[in-house]
């Protein structure tokens, strides 16, 4: 967690260095659209995997 932490900061400090917002970067339309595209493929995934995984339970539980 503590890496994670760091490595963020250091993600920051890059791109303030290199002149880059991130402010503009979430405002805008088309940044908006991308993390709305991104998050609905994350939600996606996470639904499959609880499916999954739900699935293997039920078949380890079946076994015992």
């Known amino acids: 967690m503590v890496r994670f932490i760091i ?3 250091i993600l ?3 791109l303030s ?3 880059i917002s991130i402010r ?3 405002e805008s339309p ?3 659209d991308n993390f709305s ?3 609905a493929h994350i939600k ?3 639904e499959i995997l609880v499916v999954w995984i739900a699935g ?3 078949s380890i539980k079946n076994i015992f």
Request: net charge negative.
């Open 12 to 14: 920051v400090l890059a």
């Open 24 to 26: 503009n970067i979430v």
């Open 30 to 32: 088309t940044g908006q």
């Open 56 to 58: 293997l339970i039920q």
């Open 37 to 39: 595209f991104v998050w």
């Open 7 to 9: 490595l963020l900061i």
């Open 17 to 19: 260095y290199f002149g």
């Open 44 to 46: 996606d995934g996470w």
